[in-house]
Nanobody, 122 residues
Framework: QVQLVESGGGLVQAGGSLRLSCAAS????????MGWFRQAPGLEREFVAA????????YYSDSVKGRFTISRDNAKNTMYLQMNSLKPEDTAVYYC???????????????WGQGTQVTVSS
């Protein structure tokens, strides 16, 4: 099983940028497709972006498409989420996870990190 640790969250003004990192240890990181999810207070955890194990295919939710970019560096066992043009509605705890079964829904991901808080002020 792969262990994941997120970092890079913080407080930023609307229109600003942040880059989140997800560092992996344990089983071979490069063997997993990976994803970013977020959860705002009182809401369910939702999909943000995902990337195939070799990085050639990416997926984004409609709410972040064109603003966020997911990437990975398998040599560094790290995945990233570059977030630009941030909006107050992007405020949430952001989690990274490894895809452990076929499919791209929440249930298909596991080995969740502890999360990193992103707060966007208006």
């Amino acid at each position: 099983q792969v262990q994941l640790v997120e970092s890079g969250g913080g407080l930023v003004q609307a229109g600003g940028s942040l880059r989140l990192s997800c560092a992996a240890s344990g089983r071979a990181f490069s063997g997993y497709a990976m994803g970013w999810f977020r959860q705002a207070p009182g809401l369910e955890r939702e999909f943000v972006a995902a990337i195939s194990w070799i990085g050639g295919t990416t997926y984004y939710s409609d709410s972040v498409k064109g603003r966020f970019t997911i990437s990975r560096d398998n040599a560094k066992n790290t995945m990233y989420l570059q977030m630009n043009s941030l909006k107050p509605e992007d405020t949430a705890v952001y989690y990274c996870a490894a895809r452990v079964s076929p499919g791209w829904g929440l249930a298909e991901f596991g080995s969740w990190g502890q999360g990193t808080q992103v707060t966007v002020s208006s």
